[in-house]
Every structure is written in structure tokens, then in C-alpha cells.
């Protein structure tokens, strides 16, 4: 009797590692998940928007989830190295992406060949929070609203100097954008990100930048730097006196980044759905509405479809901009 219930155990426990093998432990993984630390990637370095954003939401997911959420930094090829890390990693709810638009809405309109597919390799959970952005230029210009700058900018067409984070980011696209709907020409000049071209701005070297609200607002309020208008769809608590961009003659015309989360594909629905209503509770707590407000930037987390639907929104605008405007990777 004693070897047939052996028996019965190693036949259970093989029926086990066929079911296994054949798909069956989704929903058992997902109803345990999670039973060790989750690894949160960020494709920038510490100290940008995104990884102060993946910071305080990670804070609140270890205390949600009972278990360590780690963020992860791995900076680099734009933001491509993050992005094939969690690509190729197994879709078991514990690696993470804190991912942005420019990944997933503006490099597969750039880049012929991507070591990941953005749509295919990703399982998107929620866009987690909108950075808007702000034109931002140096006193010597001489006027304080994008209404006026626009005009100057059409007597003088070969006057003026715009910094952007670089070829193909999304500060060079929205100017372009606006290039193209005002009827006014400025000169592109890249950098390799907002605290490399800082110093020129802030120099008059350049005369005027589209970035994050965050990068730029303690320059503001010293009066180092003067805000023109501001992408937001409303004005922003932080900058009230500052117009929008729509309110300048630009009528619809919404400049920001988004910052999402996103898993491997493949990675159990319920699993994604946990994460995502994990967000929606974080999102709602009165310390990280403030630490968002104070930065300029915004909370939500619509879900999966939405994340998607911006992505694929992003992708055909600035395939069109791309084009119209004549944007190459030099």
C-alpha cells in the first residue's frame, strides 16, 4: 500500500510538471504573485522625471504588495537598452518597464530596425503620469509670450536657436510640430540631454527649449529663464500666469511625455491587472498628488487599452511629422 501511494505521488507530481509545461500555472502564478522582490527598469539615469517617478510609485507598490519593489536604472541607445532588457525577460510579473512615449511612440517611427517590437514584445499595464512640457527662453529674446516670440521669430527667421535632448526626441518633435503650425522658422541645435543644453540656454547661447516642467522650473521662478506657454491642455498650479500653448494661437495643441509601466508580453492578465489597480490606489494617495502637483506633472493610470491606444495615437502623428518636417537620426 505504502509503494502504491508513492506511486499515486510521483504520477501527481509528473500530471503537475505537464500542466506546468503546458500553460496551466498562469492563474496559479498569478494567484500567488508576488512571492519575491519585483524589478522595476528604467531606461534613464537617476534624477529624471522618470526615475522620480518610478521611485515613488515602487515606494508604494512595497507596501501594497508586502514584498520589495526595486527600481532598476539602465540608461543608454536612448532609452533601447531598458526597453530589450524587459523585452527578453520572462513575463512572470516580476520584471517591470517605467517606460516613456519616446520608446514606445517616437523610436519606431525613427529607428529602421529596433532590438525589440514595441507592440509584440510588451504588455502594457497603465500610463502612470504626464510630464507637460514648457517653452522656456532666455530674457535676451525679449518677450514673455509665445504670441509675441512667434511673430519676432517670422521678421527673423534665421535669428534664433532651439535646444532639444537630442535628434528624434520629443522636445525636437513638438517644435517642429509648432514650426510647421505657426509659420515661423528657429534653428535646431541637439544635445545629448536637458542638463547638457541647460548651461547653453541659461548662457544665451540657445534662446529657447520645450522640456519638462520639472527640469525648468526652479529657473523660472528665479527669473533666470522666462516661460513663454506651456503644453498642458488647462494652465498648470505651478505656473498659473503662464498661458497654454493652445491659448497662444495653437488651438488643440497639447505638448508632454507620458510615463507608463509596461511587462513582458505574455505576463498573466491578472497579474497585469493587479499592478494596474495597485497604481490607480497609489496614484490617489494625498503625498504622491502632492510630490506630482509640485513637479508640474499629473497622476492617472487609465489602464492597459489606454497606454495603448496613446502609443499607437503617438506613432501616427509623428510618423506625419517626420516626414512633413524632414527629421533624420544625423
Request: proline letters at 7%.
Amino acid at each position: 500500500m505504502l509503494q502504491q501511494m508513492k506511486g499515486f505521488a510521483r504520477c501527481a507530481a509528473a500530471t503537475a510538471i505537464v500542466l506546468i509545461a503546458c500553460g496551466m500555472p498562469a492563474t496559479a502564478i498569478a494567484q500567488a504573485w508576488p512571492v519575491k522582490p519585483v524589478r522595476m527598469v528604467v531606461s534613464y539615469p537617476t534624477g529624471t522625471s522618470g526615475d522620480v517617478v518610478a521611485r515613488l510609485v515602487a515606494q508604494k507598490m512595497t507596501e501594497g504588495f508586502g514584498v520589495q519593489v526595486i527600481v532598476d536604472n539602465r540608461p543608454g541607445a536612448n532609452g533601447h537598452i531598458g526597453n530589450e532588457i524587459v523585452a527578453r525577460a520572462a513575463p512572470d510579473g516580476y520584471t517591470l518597464l517605467m517606460g516613456s512615449d519616446i520608446q514606445f511612440g517616437v523610436s519606431p517611427v525613427l529607428y529602421p530596425k529596433l532590438p525589440f517590437d514595441v507592440v509584440r514584445d510588451y504588455a502594457p499595464i497603465t500610463l502612470v503620469a504626464v510630464v507637460d512640457l514648457v517653452i522656456a527662453a532666455h530674457p535676451s529674446v525679449g518677450v514673455a509670450t509665445l504670441t509675441d516670440f512667434v511673430r519676432l521669430a517670422r521678421e527673423n527667421p534665421a535669428r534664433f536657436h532651439y535646444a532639444s535632448t537630442g535628434n528624434g526626441s520629443t522636445h525636437q518633435l513638438y517644435m517642429e510640430l509648432l514650426k510647421g503650425e505657426g509659420g515661423f522658422e528657429a534653428v535646431h541645435v541637439p544635445y545629448k540631454g536637458s542638463s547638457q543644453a541647460m548651461p547653453d540656454l541659461l548662457a544665451g547661447q540657445v534662446q529657447l527649449m520645450l522640456m519638462g516642467v520639472p527640469q525648468v522650473l526652479n529657473n523660472l521662478r528665479s527669473n533666470r529663464l522666462v516661460a513663454l506657454a506651456v503644453g498642458s491642455s488647462r494652465r498648470l498650479a505651478v505656473l498659473p500666469d503662464v498661458p497654454t500653448i493652445a491659448e497662444s494661437g495653437f488651438p488643440g495643441f497639447e505638448a508632454n511625455n507620458i510615463w507608463g509601466l509596461w511587462a513582458p508580453a505574455g505576463t498573466a492578465p491578472d497579474v497585469v491587472e493587479r499592478i494596474w489597480r495597485e497604481v490607480v490606489r497609489d496614484l490617489q494617495l494625498p503625498d504622491i498628488r502632492e510630490k506630482f502637483a509640485a513637479s508640474g506633472m499629473t497622476g492617472l493610470a487609465p489602464g492597459p487599452e489606454d497606454l495603448a491606444r496613446r502609443m499607437a495615437s503617438d506613432r501616427a502623428k509623428w510618423t506625419k511629422v517626420v516626414a512633413e518636417r524632414g527629421i533624420r537620426l544625423d
